[in-house]
């Protein structure tokens, strides 16, 4: 039997296999609102095969969002828009849905990626941004401000009351973002963060921010709904985040009641430069499983099922997550369940689709 198609459960909530979709941002919000673009696009991958899966990061306040084109959860305009969505994926689709909810720190006010992905410029409406100490994200990038203490805690907030949006809309999981350079992950990292206060110095003041956002989310989720957090598993920068830290972070949000764990790397700064290695990721999520105690799931260059497949038989990983693949092939999940002898539920108006038609994209993925 694969083991990427073996259910798991997360907390009380069981996954029918092991591939997560990424959540992937789309830039295409209107004033962070979801719309027809988000209908389509979630509702394409909700049939992709997938077990769960994830909105794109989600922020808790306008002011937290990348740019003017990313969604948000701090309003009832947003509420409405994503539960519109939401609602089409789980009447068309097979896949439980999760969001992923953010705030973008020092990364905020920036262009759209095809509009060059830097700083917005002064005539681009751009805004002031928060970060743990006044050090901008690169060369040409804004300075943020110092977040005060009453940032810290009006941020905090946000993420429960955008949590707590969550559960009124039906997610079967929420997962935090901690990582990529954004704000809880510009916290925890020495390279951003040169506070002298109880925030900053030492691993256990910075990952005060991450802990207290994640105790008050996992006191006002429910338990009938995964709670997980995305973490930079390493900076890739010698003066930056550790795999060591990463397993102390992990076992800390563990504590905090957190379900799993989703690894990623990286983003701290404009210039850092992941490892470009098939699933370069995977050493650290094994790693955090094995010392943490916690469930993983592991994202980076993971492409063909047969790598999917022994990431998770092997123990590296609970499960995997794709992105970039997924867009590629909206039907990854069923090429994958094709190639390793397995089944995945489809849409009634879908079930003329066979494993003889599957069978050259079998082959293709499998190689």
């Not at 959540?23 to 389509?40: E, K, R």
């Not at 002064?122 to 805004?127: E, R």
């Not at 469930?295 to 038989?313: C, D, K, M, N, Y």
């Not at 995945?344 to 879908?350: F, K, M, S």
Request: one cysteine or more; glycine letters at 10%; aromatic letters at 6%.
């Amino acid at each position: 039997m694969s083991a990427l198609f073996t259910p798991i459960k997360l907390g009380s909530v069981e996954f029918p296999n092991r591939i997560v979709v990424s959540p992937m941002c789309q830039y295409s919000a209107d004033d962070g609102t979801a719309n027809d673009w988000h209908l389509a696009h979630l509702g394409m991958l909700a049939n992709s095969g997938a077990g769960l899966v994830i909105v794109e990061a989600t922020h808790v306040e306008r002011r937290g969002r990348i740019t003017h084109g990313c969604m948000g959860l701090y309003s009832d305009d947003n509420e409405s828009s994503l539960a519109r969505v939401i609602a089409h994926c789980r009447r068309a689709g097979t896949a439980k849905l999760g969001i992923q909810i953010a705030h973008a720190g020092r990364k905020a006010s920036a262009q759209r990626p095809w509009e060059g992905g830097g700083a917005l410029s002064p005539d681009q409406d751009p805004w002031q941004t928060i970060a743990p100490s006044p050090i901008p994200f690169g060369p040409n990038w804004h300075v943020p401000r110092m977040a005060t203490l009453d940032d810290i805690a009006r941020v905090r907030e946000a993420f429960v009351n955008s949590a707590k949006r969550s559960v009124r809309i039906g997610f079967d999981a929420i997962e935090l973002h901690y990582a990529h350079g954004y704000l809880a992950h510009s916290f925890l990292s020495p390279v951003s963060n040169h506070r002298t206060d109880q925030y900053g110095g030492s691993l256990e003041n910075r990952m005060r921010v991450g802990l207290e956002i994640a105790q008050a989310v996992r006191a006002a989720v429910p338990k009938s709904i995964a709670l997980g957090a995305r973490i930079t598993g390493s900076d890739w920068r010698d003066e930056g985040l550790s795999i060591d830290d990463a397993v102390t972070y992990s076992k800390a949000l563990k504590a905090c009641g957190l379900d799993y764990i989703d690894v990623s790397s990286g983003g701290v700064t404009a210039d850092t430069r992941n490892p470009t290695g098939p699933g370069y990721n995977v050493p650290i999520a094994e790693r955090i499983k094995r010392e943490a105690g916690i469930a993983t799931r592991v994202v980076g260059l993971i492409v063909t099922p047969s790598q999917a497949e022994a990431v998770v038989a092997d123990g590296k990983a609970d499960m995997v997550a794709l992105a970039r693949g997924m867009l590629d092939d909206p039907r990854w999940g069923w090429h994958a369940a094709a190639a390793l002898g397995a089944e995945v539920p489809r849409a009634q108006q879908y079930l003329r689709v066979g494993p003889k038609l599957w069978a050259p994209a079998a082959e293709r993925v499998r190689a």
